[in-house]
C-alpha cells in the first residue's frame, strides 16, 4: 500500500502552557517529535509543521484551530495528525505511532 504523505502539525507558543510547567516547549516538543517520527518510520515521507497560537498563520484552517487552542484553553502543544487532535501538553509517541499506523507507516 503506498503511503499517504501525512501531515503532523504541532500548535504552540514560546510560552510554556500554565498547566505545563517542567514540560518541554512547544518548539522542544516538535523538534523531539519530527527527529523520533524520523526515526521511527525511515524513508517514510511525512510533512511536520510548527504553527505559533500566537502569530496569526497564513493558512485558513491552521489559523482557525490556533484560535481554538486559545478559546478553548486546550494544553499546548497540540499534536495533529491529519486534522485529528492526538496529543495535548505532554503528547505520546505511542498514540502518534499508532494514528500514522492507520495510514500505512510502519516501523
Not at 522542544?28 to 523520533?36: G, K, S
Not at 524520523?38 to 504553527?51: E, G, H, L, T
Request: charged share 30%; aromatic share 12%; net charge negative.
Amino acid at each position: 500500500m503506498e503511503n499517504k504523505e501525512i501531515e503532523i502539525v504541532v500548535y504552540g507558543a514560546e510560552q510554556i502552557c500554565p498547566s505545563c510547567v517542567n514540560m518541554p516547549s512547544s518548539r522542544e516538543t516538535y523538534d523531539w517529535l519530527q527527529a523520533a517520527v524520523a526515526r521511527k518510520y525511515p524513508n517514510q515521507p511525512f510533512k511536520i509543521s510548527y504553527v505559533d497560537i500566537t502569530i496569526p498563520h497564513e493558512d485558513e484552517e491552521k489559523r482557525i484551530f490556533a484560535e481554538r487552542v486559545v478559546e478553548e484553553d486546550m494544553f499546548y502543544p497540540v499534536v495533529l495528525i491529519e486534522g485529528k487532535i492526538v496529543g495535548e501538553g505532554n503528547p505520546r509517541l505511542k498514540t502518534i505511532y499508532a494514528e500514522m499506523e492507520k495510514y500505512g507507516y510502519n516501523a
